[in-house]
């Protein structure tokens, strides 16, 4: 059940440790990829070309061709792939939806989830791809 994020965002996160957990030069095909993690190959292929624009990962046409990390994994972090797939509103906006919430208008949520999107946003920017890929490593083999 997706609570936080977009279920893109929780593919797009599970697709990137696959691959980073492949090994360092690893390309992965998004059949692969699909098969592995259950995810349908059309939106495994349309979310990291959504991260290839934003730098993250990398691909290569042709029958031999995938998916690969393009930066060094120790320098991608949770948060960034939660930006780039579903925008920096997440950790902004209002839980409760109301568009003129803020510290000096606080709706009846503010002050929580101001605690609760500040612990977030700490776990999501020191949590890097590196960190995490050796956990997703046992997990596939």
């Known amino acids: ?22 090994g360092k030069d690893a390309v992965v095909s998004s059949q692969e990829i699909s098969e592995v ?11 990291l070309q959504l991260l290839c624009k934003c ?3 990398a691909s290569i046409r ?11 994994s120790g320098k991608i972090h949770l ?7 579903d925008g920096k509103d997440i950790l902004e906006s209002c839980v409760l939806g109301f568009p003129e919430c803020s510290s000096s208008n ?6 929580k989830w101001k605690k609760l999107r500040e612990n977030i946003s700490d776990i999501l920017s020191t949590e890097s791809i ?11 083999k």
């Open 1 to 22: 059940m997706t609570v936080l994020f977009s279920r893109q965002c929780e593919y797009g996160i599970q697709a990137v440790l696959y691959i980073a957990a492949k």
């Open 37 to 47: 993690l259950g995810i349908p190959r059309e939106f495994v292929s349309k979310t």
């Open 55 to 57: 730098g993250i990962t």
């Open 62 to 72: 042709g029958n031999s061709g995938g998916f690969y990390i393009k930066k060094n």
């Open 79 to 85: 948060l960034d792939i939660v930006k780039a797939i």
């Open 106 to 111: 606080p709706c009846p949520m503010h002050k």
């Open 130 to 140: 590196d960190m995490l890929k050796v956990q997703m490593a046992k997990k596939i």
